[in-house]
């Protein structure tokens, strides 16, 4: 206290102000530095996890529409040229669309799945290719096996299918764990703001009080001298 009292009134008053705002200026900091992390982890999880799972979903529906193909191409024998087309044309994009998913940063699970992807789409390749032929051979019946229960076609698909599932599902998890990491930055900065906010508040009170007396005690004092 004495040392405040020997410090002039101007400097006391300035003194104050700037404790304040550096007060202010911390808790924004905090809040800004806690912000940028929250918006970082939404932006990774955009192009970490959002985006393959838009690209995994594009692949799905390709290979789904090339099942109803595969029949179309037994059935509708006029067209047939146009339907094996369009069935490269929906290979061409499965591949570039998974592709681009390569292309990204990818964890050793989501590594090991995609090499999974190729070995199965290879199996499905080679097993719609003898469909093909055996479509084009008039082997009506074998190509109806190959479809069947059990069949090389339907077992392929469904185990590439089964590998897409499993990316989609690592992705969603990845997903949710950055939103919950998210989540629970966002408390934190809600719990410090706040403490930060109570401790200036009463940092300011209390300067506020040792400023006061110490700038009305020596007023007292000359108002009773004099």
Do not use: C, H, W
Request: net charge negative; aromatic share 4%.
């Amino acid at each position: 206290m004495r040392l405040l009292d020997n410090i002039k009134t101007r400097a006391k008053l300035i003194g104050g102000f700037v404790t304040v705002a550096a007060l202010i200026v911390l808790v924004a900091v905090i809040a800004l530095i806690n912000l940028s992390t929250i918006n970082t982890s939404m932006g990774d999880m955009y192009k970490a996890n959002l985006i393959p799972i838009n690209q995994i979903g594009i692949i799905n529906t390709e290979f789904s529409n090339i099942r109803g193909d595969i029949y179309r191409y037994l059935v509708v024998e006029d067209v047939r040229v146009d339907t094996l087309q369009t069935m490269m044309d929906r290979r061409a994009t499965i591949d570039s669309t998974m592709g681009e998913i390569i292309k990204l940063q990818l964890s050793i699970e989501e590594e090991a799945l995609v090499t999974q992807y190729k070995s199965a789409m290879e199996v499905f390749d080679q097993a719609l290719d003898e469909y093909i032929g055996y479509v084009d051979e008039g082997n009506t019946d074998a190509a109806l096996d190959s479809v069947d229960v059990g069949g090389d076609v339907l077992v392929a698909r469904q185990n590439v299918t089964a590998v897409l599932d499993k990316i989609t599902a690592i992705q969603i998890q990845d997903a949710e764990t950055t939103i919950s990491t998210a989540d629970a930055n966002f408390k934190q900065i809600q719990v410090g703001v706040f403490s930060i906010a109570v401790a200036g508040i009463i940092i300011a009170v209390a300067l506020g009080i040792i400023l006061s007396n110490s700038v009305t005690k020596p007023l007292k004092l000359i108002t009773a001298s004099s």
